[in-house]
């Protein structure tokens, strides 16, 4: 460990640390556009710049490595004043549209410039006019205007997705961020840079003009999209700014996924599937439970179940391979002691999705298929068994495959097909319960409710403890 002074406070920094690193480690505040944890140092915002005693002037923080006995100041009027005259060139084209930019609320632009800035501009000259609204990519919007050439969305692709989509091209007051030989942006992580952007240059198509972000507070979640069980953040309204007017279900509306930094997991990223969970949640739901395709109460739906179970001479149950890990115990304690357990996969690569990279995602797009394989192994279903009941937990199955036999579905989704089972009970998702998945590396990871379940809708936990025998 290193001892050095920032702002007469005794610091401890590793070797090989620069400066701003051990003193955001500390508490110490220094503002920063291109710097990210996760990215080379670029060294080219210039606000980070620090005062080092002993040397004749101010010194970017980012790439200073620290020393022993080093003395630092962040907050001298030498400093200060560097910073209002950086703002003030960063500033110098940049558009007065905030009240209409998305990024409004965590734009770091704004946050600087409100701390660390002048009131106005010096500048009397008419503002440098680039591209704006330029479409990206068919998720993202570009706004040159809105760009500070942090680099950062630049560095992400070459250093992190790998896909060396993005550069800087012209030169001075022309230079701007662009698709580099006219490729199309269609990294399968592009939609990082969005949250990587510290101003409102990079914007969600999805997330455009959906709401302001003092309206809505993350929670924490897993993305269901491949067994690597990413960590995420749904966002969601608060609940002081729930609406009436404009209808109750904006209230129980997921407006956009930001990754949740796991270093375990996923570190701070997160692939386009997983920004897309909102998405495959806002599917039609199964509602109501249907006995025979009539509507029924929660009390009829389990008494039928219960029935159907006690009628059946060799029943047989398709897990969830989207389950957590309680519901698997439950399960197993349950309704599993009984009946014939087959697994299965949930969930297969569409035309044009990404299989697998080296990175994050993976090739198995069921996330419990760790947890399902250590409670009940790996057996496909066999309609040579001649089952009398079979119980489908999930989604995607077609039931004529199953044969004439009796069915009970346990959705959280409408059934797709003509055919209706002969017990159809809604169970929640995992926006609407807390629990765990484990990962493909045996990793646990924690998910927490976003919304109430419908009061129609059971907890497949609660629903197995009703049915144990």
């Keep these: 460990m290193i001892e050095l002074k920032i702002d007469n406070r005794t610091v401890e920094a590793n070797e090989g640390e620069t400066v701003l690193q051990a003193a955001l480690r500390s508490g110490i505040e220094i503002p920063h556009f291109c710097y990210h944890p996760c990215l080379s140092v670029a060294g080219n915002c210039r606000i980070c710049q620090v005062k080092v005693d002993g040397r004749p002037k101010l010194v970017p923080s980012c790439n200073l490595p620290v020393a022993p006995g080093m003395t630092v100041e962040t907050d001298t009027e030498e400093v200060r004043e560097a910073r209002r005259a950086v703002l003030q060139f960063i500033t110098l084209n940049h558009p007065g549209d905030c009240g209409i930019c998305d990024k409004a609320g965590e734009c770091r632009l704004q946050d600087y410039h409100v701390r660390y800035g002048e009131e106005e501009s010096r500048s009397r000259e008419p503002k440098h006019h ?14 040159n205007e809105r760009c500070i050439l942090c680099s950062r969305c630049v560095r992400f692709t070459r250093e992190v997705s790998g896909s060396h989509q993005l550069g800087i091209v012209e030169r001075g007051s022309h230079a701007r961020v662009e698709r580099l ?47 690597r069980c990413c960590s995420v953040n749904v966002w969601r309204r608060q609940r002081e700014w729930h609406v009436r007017a404009l209808g109750a279900g904006l209230n129980r509306t997921a407006y ?57 001479e060799n029943p047989a149950v398709l897990v969830f391979a989207h389950a957590s890990n309680e519901e698997l115990a439950a399960f197993r304690d349950g309704p599993g002691r009984r009946v014939q357990v087959y697994t299965r996969e949930d969930y297969h690569t569409v035309p044009g999705e990404v299989t697998e990279d080296d990175f994050l995602i993976q090739g198995n797009k069921n996330p419990a298929s760790y947890s399902i ?17 079979v119980v489908i937990w999930g989604e995607r199955v077609d039931y004529h495959a199953l044969g004439g036999t009796k069915l009970i579905h346990l959705a959280s989704f409408e059934p797709a097909g003509e055919t209706a089972a002969d017990l159809l009970i809604p169970v929640s998702t995992t926006f609407e319960r807390s629990g765990t998945f484990t990962n493909f590396e045996g990793k646990v990871n924690r998910f927490e409710k976003v919304f109430d379940k419908p009061a129609q809708v059971l907890h497949a936990g609660d629903l197995f403890g009703r049915l144990a025998p």
């Design 181 to 227: 030989e006219g490729r199309p942006f269609d990294d399968p992580y592009s939609d990082n840079v969005i949250g990587l952007c510290p101003t409102g240059a990079l914007l969600s198509r999805d997330f455009l003009y959906k709401s302001r972000i003092w309206y809505l507070e993350p929670v924490r979640s897993v993305c269901t999209g491949c067994a």
């Design 373 to 389: 394989r250590a409670l009940f192994g790996s057996r496909p279903y066999a309609p040579e068994a001649r089952h009398d009941l």
């Design 256 to 312: 956009r996924v930001t990754p949740f930094e796991n270093p375990g997991i996923n570190g701070p990223w997160l692939c386009n599937k997983g920004f897309d969970l909102h998405r495959r949640m806002a599917r039609k739901r199964a509602l109501t439970p249907l006995i025979g395709g009539r509507e029924a109460t929660v009390a009829e739906a389990v008494a039928e179940a219960k029935r159907l179970l006690a009628a059946a």
């Design 130 to 143: 680039r591209p704006k609204f330029n479409e990206l990519s068919p998720r993202i919007v570009l706004d």
